[in-house]
């Protein structure tokens, strides 16, 4: 069996890891040019496109008198412990 040069092999495997690598690029640019042509397609309704929309009045807050600002054991209006009817 005939040894080889290590320059020579050194040589053979760093073009073979460069062919590589230029294929990896390729299959990198095929995925990111897909994923964008998906993102355009999709409904941003559906996408979560939720940062350029506004919600109803009251969304995300609590209502005028839905939240009791009393502390607790207060009585309420009405409490028949002594509530201001």
């Not at 062919?19 to 897909?34: C, P």
């Not at 929309?53 to 009791?68: C, H, K």
Request: proline content about 7%; charged content about 40%; glycine content about 10%.
């Amino acid at each position: 069996m005939e040894e080889q040069d290590p320059a020579v092999s050194l040589e053979r495997e760093a073009d073979d890891l460069a062919h590589k690598l230029d294929k990896l690029d390729d299959h990198i640019s095929d995925a990111e040019k897909a994923a964008d042509r998906r993102r355009e397609d999709l409904d941003p309704a559906v996408a979560g496109d939720w940062e350029d929309t506004r919600g109803t009045a009251g969304q995300g807050e609590d209502p005028q008198g839905a939240v009791d600002d009393r502390p607790s054991g207060s009585p309420t209006p009405g409490d028949a412990a002594g509530g201001d009817d």
